[in-house]
Structure formats: C-alpha cells, structure tokens
C-alpha cells in the first residue's frame, strides 16, 4: 500500500531537550516536505527536499532541520523544541514537482513542547 | 506571492442542506493547480480534487462539486444533501512552482459541523 507514514503520532516533551520526527515514503518519490498546521493559519511549508542530500527552507524554517540521506526518508529535527513549535506536523511526499502532482501526506504529528 | 483565502471559518448546516464553501485565490502565475483537501477530526489530510489552471470546467463527484472561476480567481466546493460525517476541515490550496519547490499554500480552513 502505497503510504506516507510519521512517527511518532503523538509526542509530548519539554522546551530544549532534541528531538526527531521521522517520516517515510514507500513510492519511490524525488519530492518531500515537512508542514506544520497551527489554528487559523492553515498549513505552512517548513522544508522540502527535492532529492537526496537536496533541501532547502519553506516559509517557517526556524528552529528546525532537515536531512535526506535516502530518498524514502526525510526526517524533521528540533535540536532546541520550544513552547511555540507546539503543533501538527505534516509530511508529505510527491513525484518531481510540476505543480500539478498530488501530494501524498502522512498522517501528522501532534506535538506539544512544555 | 500565492495566496488562498478562505473567508468564512465556520459553517453550520443541518443534515440534507446543501453547503458551499468559498475560496478565492491570488497568483501572478499564468499555470497553477488548485487543490481541495478534507481533515477529519481523526486529524488526517484527505485529497479531493485537483484543477489545474487552464481547466475551467465544472465538476461533480457524487455529493460533491467544484466551481472553478478563473474571472474572478476562485475555486470553490458545493456539498449537496450534505452528511453527518461531511463535518471536517477542508482547506483549499494552491499549488506554488517556485524553482523546484511544489509547495502548497493553504488557505486557513473552514471548520463545516454538520448537525443532524
């Protein structure tokens, strides 16, 4: 079954102490990238891959990192997790973008940072 | 820069009422795609429907349908004889090919409770 699949589902942790969200695709996709979703702001681009060891910021990039290592894997690092970072993270996965390609998404990430 | 609006936030209709929920979009881009995404309260983000820009055609997907004006930039969904479990979050987005980003800009979300 062609998925996107985070872990963990639910993380509950205290202000400074690191952590990784993982997230992996089993399509064989080029493209990923990490959303956060926040109450009346919709969903916002924190990162994106367009390939192995590519990435690049989204629109609310501070206070996490990225790698790609392999192209089915593209975790989401908080080395420093504050109060404001407490949110439901996406990731999601498509072929090389044109636009047009839907973008399978996991099935989020609540966090809740102390 | 790309930009969706979702006007209204919160919608409340009785079963078997029809609903529609609006999206009005800005882009300098002359091809561009549109999205429609449904969240459950399980919390989960569930495709809809994708138009691309040069496709103004009407569609209709059982209960569903979707209204795409290119006249007046919006794109948006009717739910007909609408349903307990249509109660959700649907946002609508735009599609953004800015270099080799196909990011997503999500409109806030319109929060549809559906009371039977």
């Known amino acids: 079954e062609a998925q996107v699949t985070q872990n963990p589902r639910y993380l509950i942790t205290v202000t400074g102490k690191k952590l990784t969200v993982t997230c992996s695709q089993n399509?064989?996709?080029?493209?990923m990238s990490w959303y956060r979703q926040d109450p009346g702001l919709g969903l916002r681009q924190i990162y994106y891959?367009?390939?192995?060891?590519?990435?690049d910021k989204g629109d609310v990039p501070e206070g996490y990192k990225v790698s790609r290592k392999e192209k089915r894997n593209f975790p989401l690092i908080l080395e420093s997790p504050s109060p404001n970072q407490t949110s439901l993270y996406f990731c999601?996965?498509?072929?090389?973008?044109?636009?047009?390609?839907?973008?399978?998404f996991g099935p989020g990430t609540r966090l809740t940072v102390l | 820069a790309q930009k969706v609006t979702q006007a209204q936030t919160e919608i409340s209709v009785v079963e078997k009422e029809d609903v529609t929920l609006d999206c009005v979009y800005e882009?300098?881009?002359?091809?561009?795609?549109l999205f429609w995404y449904k969240q459950p309260p399980s919390g989960e983000l569930v495709f809809l429907i994708r138009?691309?820009?040069?496709?103004?055609q009407n569609e209709i997907s059982g209960r569903y349908s979707w209204n795409f004006q290119k006249s007046t930039s919006s794109f948006n969904f009717t739910i007909t004889a609408s349903q307990v479990v249509d109660s959700a979050v649907y946002f609508c987005?735009?599609?953004?090919?800015?270099?080799?980003?196909?990011?997503?800009?999500f409109g806030k979300g319109i929060t549809l409770s559906v009371r039977p």
């Open positions: 999601a996965s498509s072929l090389p973008p044109t636009g047009e390609d839907e973008q399978f």
């Open positions: 399509m064989n996709h080029e493209y």
């Open positions: 891959s367009m390939n192995v060891e590519v990435t």
């Open positions: 882009t300098r881009d002359t091809t561009y795609y």
């Open positions: 138009r691309n820009s040069f496709d103004e």
């Open positions: 987005a735009l599609s953004d090919l800015t270099g080799a980003n196909s990011k997503l800009t």
